[in-house]
């Protein structure tokens, strides 16, 4: 027995890194999984694009059968300070990290609401706590977790669930080009070890551990969260 049996699930961003994992994790546990993707995955789309995200959701409750698990976890980066970025970057930020939710709701949410599906997101440390560099993604980041209760809210009475995971740092592709564009990568790295009390970055798979719990019936009474998987990280000081 899996602990998602007969659950049809879509994980954006499931081509590479948190999500890769994700979906690996709930097809092992028993849910059909589709990866949704730029490329790579078995769905293409750019979450960006209102149109791309309708389509795809259409394809995925076709090929599917239905949607209970709709998984919010592809984002873009954005290094730089409030006044260093132009407009295309702030608005591409917030239409891939931000918009992004809106349009899969909206266009996933009969097919939830007809199955009291559940929705995960993926949020950050940095969309509880501010870091330094990071504005748009740290607001976009703080945005995905106020949909996220506000999801919650709406959606209790039709027996729809949301939550949202927030991890430190993991060990993806998307940390390594983040360590990549700094000047000394391996002091950037031993850095950000140094911030977690456990001693080590995440792994895909201690993030998607968590995403396995809260889209399980072992939640079913948990709703509306941000839960930090951080290695300590947000504990204190
Ligand atoms: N790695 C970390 O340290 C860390 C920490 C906190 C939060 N996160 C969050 O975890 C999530 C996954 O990140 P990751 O580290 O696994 O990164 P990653 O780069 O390994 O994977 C992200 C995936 O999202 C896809 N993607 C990006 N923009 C897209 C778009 N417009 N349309 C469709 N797909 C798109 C990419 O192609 C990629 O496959 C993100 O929401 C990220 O913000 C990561």
Redesign the pocket.
Known sequence: MGRLDGRRALV??G?????AAIVTRFRAEGAETLA?????GDVT????DGAAVTRAVEEAVERLGGLDLLVL?????CVGALWELDDATWDDAVA??LTSVHRFLRAAWPHLKASRGTVLL?????GLDGSANQAA?CAT?AGVVMLTKTIALDGAPHGVRANCV?????Q????D?FLAEQEDPDAVRAYAEGLHPVGRL?T?DDIANAFVYLGSDEAAWVTGVALPVDGGLLAGI
């Open positions: 954006t961003g081509a590479s890194g948190i999500g949704l993707d730029l490329q790579g789309a750019d979450i960006g976890n592809a984002a873009r980066p891939i990290n993926t949020g950050s440390v940095v993604y980041k927030c991890p430190g740092f993991t993806t592709p998307m940390l080009a995440g895909p």
